[in-house]
């Protein structure tokens, strides 16, 4: 973000009152920042006792072995049993827990707290039927459909760390994924609908499967999901129809405390290298985060809310507020399977009208493509059910805080600007709804419990009115407790930056406005945010150079109105694949679909003679950037060749370049 643009966000000085009928019945005030930070061990031994444990825990924190924390030492507790059971227990069998809505009109299905008891069950003694013990790991390959949070639920309920890889993943994506967490087992379906067609799942997971085959890795089963009916393969000996395994079990199944540092789950998330990381949450620490943010930030009234997320389940968000937040809470909330378009342009809104959602969660991304759209669309519903509206995974820019507040919030609404990341598990920095003086583009002050910072490169905070690194200061129950077998990168990707301190460094950069407010400004790091979603410079690169015409490539996120970021790849070809072809780009574009999948794939590909490169070899990125983002190219003074840029322009302008 550029000096400009920052100083304009800074001048923002519409604020906006919590309003009142929410403050005075809020669950979290004012008083909890003091009350947590005098004793944040007590603060959050306060938040875990929202959960029912079967063992209380000897100490809340064990912070001896940085940066490896423990929490909830001695603690034991199942998180099925914590997300379904206990409501079930407590009378709450025949409360909605999801209003589950497919992408076809008419195709809908509530199910209860006792319905999906039930359902859990019987997945779970299907999956322990199919050899699935304690420990062993279970891939989750699905779309947007009830047995996704069955799935999840059921081997938390046996203790089986899940891996829950989005369904837009390829199936080389999935295979890597496969292979470094070593899954025993993979929930799939034949596919699922996606703008009004059915789309395959079930070939990716045999290609993947294949695949894992050929590095040594065997998947042994594989249980899918029938939800569209199309063929599919099938192989006897490793894939088993869900409804022949699940249906026929028992709905009897007694869950088992797990200790409360037990592994619930691994979700793999882009670094600044080719290789996606493995986060590693554990039990008690993540569900006591979960609950409470979801609880806090939100303000959710479980008895009358009606609580809807809109993030797919194979990111961090569809895991913290659409499974174990929620559902530890008691919440009724709404799911749906398809695209908001499908099959009009109106279908979140009529969804928000019909169900009576009270508090819905989206991407900043979403919201500017319906800005797009017009306001006449939105305004056809009545959405005044509404009193809580958040906002995640990218900077919120000003304008659309407003439309989103105005437009769907009907102008009451709070907008809750939620900062945090797949590795952090819970929301970190964000306004309370009935607490804070909203601004539009700064998710504000870290929330009770919770300390950060924005740090110069000697780890010194900045004053008011500066920017730098976002750090978080001190230790939290959900963070990540590693990389999945790789402490050294855990180690050296987010504690080694401020080692001296003891900080865990986030990849962003932030600053502080006057009133110490802080607004996040993006990764400092070679990660790009599309959409929301993370991805890696790195990983693109290793994709496109994997390609037999191509040589060298470097890859850019470049400002998009649409996604926030677009990838824009710099591609030098081989020699002896001349000019690569009329079809190159298009070609280079579904290669790298294929590797990873649809939401890699560059706007743009610009073939180049060369890359600009300091003389250590290192290519400056920042200088395709400015080419990427039509700018004046910057200093290009550590250039080894300082007339490359000028080829690189020329290139461009000879033609092979597409948007
Ligand atoms: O750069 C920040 C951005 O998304 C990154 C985390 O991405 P991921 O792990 O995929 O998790 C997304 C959902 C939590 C962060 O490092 N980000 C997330 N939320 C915000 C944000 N940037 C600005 N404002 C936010 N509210």
């Not at 809908?108 to 997945?123: F, G, M, Q």
């Not at 740090?455 to 990389?483: C, K």
Request: with cysteine; charged share 25%; proline share 5%.
């Amino acid at each position: 973000m550029s000096e400009e643009t920052l100083s304009n966000l800074l001048k923002e000085d519409r604020r906006f009152e919590p309003p009142a009928e929410i403050a005075e019945h809020a669950n979290l005030r004012a008083e909890a920042y003091d009350r947590a930070a005098q004793d944040p061990e007590a603060f959050w031994a306060e938040q875990a006792e929202r959960l029912s444990w079967d063992e209380k825990w000897d100490r809340v924190l064990d912070w001896d072995d940085r940066p490896f924390a423990k929490w909830f030492v001695g603690g034991r507790l199942n998180a099925s049993y914590n997300c379904v059971d206990r409501h079930v227990e407590a009378g709450r069998g025949d409360k909605v827990a999801l209003h589950w809505i497919g992408e076809p009109e008419d195709d809908t299905r509530d199910l209860t707290y006792a319905e999906l008891k039930d359902e859990v069950s019987k997945a779970a003694n299907a999956l322990t039927e199919l050899g699935v013990g304690t420990g062993d790991r279970v891939a989750i390959y699905l779309p947007m459909i009830a047995e996704a949070v069955i799935a999840m639920l059921a081997c938390a309920r046996i203790g089986a760390p899940h891996t829950v890889v989005f369904g837009g993943f390829s199936s080389e994506a999935l295979s890597s994924r496969l292979v470094d967490c070593q899954a025993k087992v993979v929930i799939t379906s034949d596919g699922g609908y996606r703008r009004g067609a059915a789309a395959a799942l079930k070939p990716a997971v045999d290609e993947a499967r294949a695949k894992s085959s050929a590095q040594g890795h065997t998947v042994e089963k594989v249980l899918v999901v029938r939800r569209t009916g199309q063929d599919v393969e099938w192989n006897d000996d490793v894939d088993v129809w869900w409804h022949d395994a699940v249906d026929a079990a028992s709905t009897e199944h007694t869950p088992e405390a797990f200790d409360a540092e037990h592994p619930l789950y691994v979700m793999y998330t882009s670094g600044t290298t080719g290789k996606p990381k493995g986060i590693l949450h554990t039990t008690g620490g993540y569900l006591t985060g979960t609950s409470y943010t979801h609880w806090a930030v939100f303000d959710l009234k479980p008895e009358t809310d009606v609580y809807w997320c809109s993030a797919d389940i194979g990111w961090v968000t569809g895991h913290s507020y659409m499974v174990y937040g929620p559902l530890a809470n008691g919440a009724t909330q709404v799911m749906y399977e398809g695209t908001p378009d499908s099959p009009e342009r109106g279908r979140w809104w009529k969804i928000i009208q019909d169900y009576g959602v009270t508090i819905f969660y989206t991407a900043p991304t979403a919201i500017r493509s319906f800005m797009k759209q017009g306001r006449e669309i939105p305004d056809r519903y009545d959405m005044s059910s509404l009193r809580i509206l958040g906002s995640v995974g990218e900077p919120i820019n000003p304008e659309a805080y407003i439309w989103y507040r105005q437009v769907i919030g009907g102008d009451r609404t709070p907008v809750v600007d939620t900062w945090w990341q797949t590795e952090t598990g819970m929301i970190m920095i964000s306004p309370l709804p009935g607490v804070t003086r909203g601004k539009p583009g700064s998710a504000m002050t870290p929330i009770p419990g919770v300390s950060a910072e924005v740090v110069n490169e000697a780890g010194d905070a900045v004053p008011n009115g500066s920017g730098g690194y976002l750090v978080l200061t001190a230790p939290w129950p959900s963070m990540l407790r590693t990389i999945w077998g790789d402490d050294e990168r855990f180690i050296d990707t987010y504690w080694a930056r401020f080692r001296d301190q003891g900080y865990y460094f986030a990849g962003d950069g932030a600053k502080k406005d006057d009133d110490g407010d802080i607004w996040v400004l993006g990764r400092v790091d070679d990660v790009m945010n599309v959409s929301g979603h993370r991805l890696s410079t790195t990983e693109i690169e290793s994709a496109l150079v994997s390609h037999p015409k191509v040589a060298e490539a470097a890859v850019v996120g470049a400002k998009d109105e649409d996604t926030g970021q677009a990838v824009c790849a710099f591609v030098i070809l081989r020699e002896e694949a001349g000019d690569g072809g009329e079809d190159i780009v298009a070609e280079l574009r579904k290669h790298v679909r294929q590797e990873i999948g649809p939401i890699a794939t560059p706007r743009q590909i610009m073939i180049v003679p060369e890359l600009p490169k300091t003389r250590s070899g290192k290519i400056m990125r920042r200088l395709l950037k400015d080419v990427a983002e039509h700018r004046e190219v910057g200093d290009v003074t550590t250039l080894a060749d300082s007339s490359v840029m000028d080829m690189i322009s020329e290139g461009i302008d000879s033609g092979k370049a597409e948007d």
